[in-house]
């Protein structure tokens, strides 16, 4: 029986135990509670059988801790994104060839690694790291990215994976995000990866966590774990269609350190999709520092232009 099981066992009359452990009021307490456990169990069963050959990457733990509700908006989404591409099947997002998100062809046409830029104004810079002028405005010491924003297919990728979602691209992507791990700075060499978390209502709409997904696959590069010990104090609006004093704004005092492990003098590496303004970073790694980090990098998938933009 796995940890997950017990969520379907019911409480024995622990009363009745403790006034007389040997009547029969007693046993068939207990008889009960075995039939009762052996029903659930065979539902439980059936429904791992079922949701494993539907969803071959189906992990029950971590479905199972989502909470009843939260499975059910899974599940539904999920049959609802298979069923219409029966109707409507998927097409590169490159060329139009049928079948895949993006075809061979336009995977190997992906643009190399991009110069690493200051966080904050822009310039070219060793591992991205921010600028001795800029490091004293900032709690971020750097950040590298796969590649900009708006770019070969970053942008439909990204909103697909996040938006539709197209849960099958987070491999794909987890392997384009790899693609820069070998430029990391040599000073990073036992980092503590921190995914930037979601609100739990953007969480349960969207049904994961894109910057987890891409911290697993760093935190496995490091022979590491994901330390998610960032929560979000309250629901923001989406950054995106926000100017830049409106960012600052929205994600002012919105995460708090929650963790139970001690950061205090190790570096840290903040994992998200995307960068714009680098507004919500800044607050995480400013949180982060102030919980003892000694120095906080970024790692995103794609940055946006509008910060060099605004650099030139």
């Known amino acids: 029986m796995d940890g997950s099981s017990t969520l379907f066992l019911t409480k024995v009359n622990t009363r009745t135990h403790l006034k007389n452990p040997c009547s029969p009021k007693t046993h068939l307490c207990r008889l009960r509670h075995v039939k009762k456990c052996s029903k659930d169990l065979q539902y439980y069963s059936a429904f791992l059988s079922v949701a494993r050959l539907a969803y071959p990457r189906f992990d ?3 479905i199972f801790e989502m909470g009843s509700r939260n499975r059910l908006v899974y599940f539904l989404r999920r049959f609802f994104a298979d069923f219409a591409r029966l109707f409507f ?3 590169c997002l490159g060329c139009g060839e049928e079948g895949v998100w993006v075809c061979s062809a336009c995977t190997a046409l992906r643009p190399p690694v991009p110069l690493q830029r200051c966080f904050r104004c822009m310039v070219p810079s060793a591992y991205g790291k921010t600028c001795n002028d800029c490091n004293k405005k900032s709690s971020v010491s750097g950040i590298f ?3 900009w924003y708006d770019a070969w297919l970053w942008r439909p990728l990204i909103r697909a994976w996040k938006y539709q979602p197209a849960l099958q691209l987070s491999k794909l992507l987890g392997y384009f995000f790899e693609e820069i791990f ?3 700075p040599p000073i990073l060499v036992d980092p503590v990866i921190v995914p ?4 739990r209502r953007r969480r349960r709409a969207r049904g994961f966590n894109q910057a987890e997904d891409l911290a697993k696959f760093l935190a496995a590069y ?9 929560q979000r104090t309250r629901h923001t609006k989406p950054q995106a269609g926000l100017g830049a ?3 600052l704004r929205n994600v002012r005092g919105v995460f708090v350190y929650t963790g139970t492990e001690s950061i205090t003098g190790r570096d840290c590496i903040l994992v998200d999709d995307i960068v714009t303004t ?3 970073v800044e607050e995480a790694a400013r949180v982060l520092i102030a919980s003892g980090a000694a120095s906080v990098w970024v790692a995103a998938l794609a940055r946006s232009y509008a910060g060099l933009r605004k650099a030139q």
């Not at 490091?222 to 960032?230: A, D, E, G, I, K």
């Open 196 to 199: 930037v978390p979601l609100s």
């Open 89 to 91: 099947p998927l097409y």
């Open 60 to 62: 029950s733990k971590t």
């Open 278 to 280: 680098g507004a919500t």
């Open 145 to 147: 990215v796969r590649g």
């Open 222 to 230: 490091f022979h590491s774990s994901v330390f998610s010990v960032l």
């Open 182 to 184: 070998t430029l990391l």
């Open 245 to 247: 004093k409106a960012r």
